[in-house]
């Protein structure tokens, strides 16, 4: 017998698969009328079979951020071209890289300094196996990645003179205009005219998917939250609150005084990250309603602005302010179509953080 969204018992992570399929089919297809290769960052959702639907949907193949995410998807068959966007140090991660460069057609990874490097290759020399590597960019967010064009020549040259090393381009995040496209024309410039060929420019960041055709230079783009979307994707111009497929399926326990409400969700399931985003979600059903904290099995709620305001029991659904972040809270996120629950998909990535 269907199960409707209404007798999920709180809290629960929903996705709504329409919104979802939606959400991929317009990435594909944005990046495509671009020419540019689709590389989605499962790190999102930690799903296979939702890394299955984006690779069904012409995807090349996808991002991980860490080598236990890689594993997994692995593991699952989900695509056999995957790009490692992290550092990878130390002989216990190198040694889980070398089998999983054994497993896969072709397997990636970023570097932005020589001490990883000169670990990446002695591992590609135990191993006999060559080591594709990308030079990670700062192009102004302020992490990881070299700091100049120059900078990027220099590693490059350096990583191509160990053994074991393939050098197969740059990649930044998130790309930004102008500071991005500047430095990237300066990189590859300097590395063009040292005789360096890059065929592989790596872009990312959902916010900017959609003005991704201002970057010639880019042959791939690496997008995340595009597939549930959030409070933040919404707040930064990337996204309607039409487009948010994940919401946070939530009770009011408690009404300790008229201007407030308490959510049986609290830090153990939502975030408190911003960013640009005001307050800490959208209660949907009242979008004048504040969340404006979270203790951990508890949201508190302003509802001062609120002419109409929830009763003890009711369930209310939240989008969250960053989805990646919910994701990892979660065994399970359950998948929902036209209110009725057509799939429950464990979080099979979850916690794979090394």
Same mark, same amino acid.
């Given at each position: 017998?269907?199960?409707?969204?209404?007798?999920?018992?709180?809290?629960?992570?929903?996705?709504?698969?329409?919104?979802?399929? +939606?959400?991929? =089919?317009?990435?594909?297809?944005?990046?495509?009328?671009? #020419? /540019?290769?689709?590389? &989605?960052?499962? !790190?999102?959702?930690?799903?296979?079979?939702?890394?299955?639907?984006?690779?069904?949907?012409?995807?090349?193949?996808?991002?991980?951020?860490?080598?236990?995410?890689?594993?997994?998807?692995?593991?699952?068959?989900?695509?056999?071209?995957?790009?490692?966007?992290?550092?990878?140090?130390?002989?216990?991660?190198?040694?889980?890289?070398?089998?999983?460069?054994?497993?896969?057609?072709?397997?990636?990874?970023?570097?932005?300094?020589e001490v990883?490097?000169?670990?990446?290759?002695?591992?590609?020399?135990?191993?006999?196996?060559?080591?594709?590597?990308?030079?990670?960019?700062?192009?102004?967010?302020?992490?990881?990645?070299?700091?100049?064009?120059?900078?990027?020549?220099?590693? +490059?040259?350096? =990583?191509?003179?160990?053994?074991?090393?393939?050098?197969? #381009? /740059?990649?930044?995040? &998130?790309?930004? !205009?102008?500071?991005?496209?500047?430095?990237?024309?300066?990189?590859?410039?300097?590395?063009?005219?040292?005789?360096?060929?890059?065929?592989?420019?790596?872009?990312?960041?959902?916010?900017?998917?959609?003005?991704?055709?201002?970057?010639?230079?880019?042959?791939?783009?690496?997008?995340?939250?595009?597939?549930?979307?959030?409070?933040?994707?919404?707040?930064?111009?990337?996204?309607?609150?039409?487009?948010?497929?994940?919401?946070?399926?939530?009770?009011?326990?408690?009404?300790?005084?008229?201007?407030?409400?308490?959510?049986?969700?609290?830090?153990k399931v939502?975030?408190?990250?911003?960013?640009?985003?005001?307050?800490?979600?959208?209660?949907?059903?009242?979008?004048?309603?504040?969340?404006?904290?979270?203790?951990?099995?508890?949201?508190?709620?302003?509802?001062?602005?609120?002419?109409?305001?929830? !009763?003890?029991?009711?369930?209310?659904?939240?989008?969250?302010?960053?989805?990646?972040?919910?994701?990892?809270?979660?065994?399970?996120?359950?998948?929902?179509?036209?209110?009725?629950?057509?799939?429950?998909?464990?979080?099979?990535a979850r916690?794979?953080?090394?």
């Amino acid at each position: 017998m269907p199960i409707s969204v209404a007798d999920l018992d709180t809290p629960a992570v929903v996705i709504d698969l329409d919104i979802v399929e +939606a959400n991929i =089919a317009r990435a594909q297809a944005t990046l495509a009328s671009h #020419g /540019l290769n689709n590389r &989605p960052h499962i !790190k999102t959702h930690k799903i296979p079979a939702l890394a299955k639907k984006q690779m069904e949907a012409g995807a090349v193949g996808i991002t991980c951020q860490k080598l236990g995410e890689v594993e997994v998807m692995a593991d699952a068959g989900v695509a056999d071209d995957i790009l490692l966007t992290y550092n990878v140090l130390g002989d216990a991660k190198t040694e889980r890289l070398a089998a999983l460069i054994r497993r896969l057609k072709r397997m990636a990874v970023v570097l932005d300094n020589e001490v990883v490097a000169r670990g990446l290759s002695e591992a590609g020399k135990r191993h006999g196996v060559n080591i594709r590597f990308l030079i990670e960019c700062d192009t102004g967010y302020g992490r990881n990645g070299v700091q100049s064009p120059q900078a990027a020549l220099d590693l +490059a040259r350096e =990583a191509m003179r160990m053994p074991n090393m393939q050098f197969e #381009g /740059l990649m930044t995040f &998130p790309t930004a !205009k102008p500071e991005t496209r500047l430095w990237l024309e300066r990189a590859l410039q300097l590395l063009g005219g040292a005789g360096i060929a890059v065929p592989v420019v790596s872009g990312g960041g959902s916010p900017a998917l959609k003005s991704c055709g201002d970057f010639p230079m880019l042959t791939e783009y690496r997008a995340g939250t595009y597939i549930y979307n959030d409070v933040m994707q919404v707040t930064a111009g990337g996204a309607t609150f039409n487009d948010c497929a994940m919401t946070v399926r939530a009770t009011v326990v408690s009404r300790p005084t008229e201007d407030r409400a308490v959510l049986d969700a609290g830090s153990k399931v939502m975030t408190y990250e911003q960013h640009y985003a005001k307050g800490f979600g959208r209660i949907v059903e009242y979008p004048d309603a504040r969340i404006t904290g979270f203790s951990e099995e508890h949201g508190m709620v302003d509802l001062a602005a609120c002419a109409k305001k929830p !009763k003890i029991g009711e369930v209310v659904s939240v989008i969250p302010n960053h989805c990646c972040v919910v994701t990892n809270m979660m065994d399970e996120v359950i998948g929902v179509r036209r209110g009725v629950v057509e799939a429950v998909f464990p979080v099979a990535a979850r916690g794979k953080v090394r």
